[in-house]
């Protein structure tokens, strides 16, 4: 047992708390995988069709996934076509790493790195703002 063992200071556990409520859903976790395992875009009724959802309620759980940058809208015309964010696909992982105290994968995409500035054992602990690979800001 490691008697000095920090908890994750509160901005990156707030940020990891939205991720995984994001997830808590049976329905969000349906779409996202669907759309992980498609490896391309789809449209409302693709997934709606897919899930055997209503299109409304497709439509909210999208906004969720999207919310956190999980998933990625892109508008053609008057179609919105819904993609997974690989960004986030390769941070997840190491996010519930992190949570649980187990090392962090020592091949780690780039992109994943700013979520463990600030962290205790973490050389680079500067703080600065954390944005999630997928959110517009």
């Given at each position: ?58 439509s909210a759980h999208l906004k969720v996934l999207a919310e956190v940058g999980f ?67």
């Open positions: 047992m490691k008697e000095f063992a920090q908890p994750l200071d509160r901005a990156t556990a707030a940020e990891y708390a939205t991720w995984f409520k994001a997830l808590a859903d049976t329905t969000r976790i349906q779409i996202a995988s669907l759309l992980a395992r498609r490896g391309g875009p789809m449209n409302v009724g693709e997934i709606v069709a897919a899930v055997q959802v209503g299109q409304s309620t497709v998933v990625l809208a892109e508008h053609r015309g008057t179609a919105s076509y819904y993609r997974i964010n690989d960004a986030c696909v390769s941070c997840f992982p190491t996010a519930a790493d992190i949570v649980m105290g187990r090392p962090v994968p020592a091949s780690q995409p780039p992109s994943a790195q700013h979520s463990l500035e600030g962290q205790p054992d973490d050389p680079r602990s500067r703080r600065r703002h954390r944005r999630h690979p997928g959110r517009r800001h």
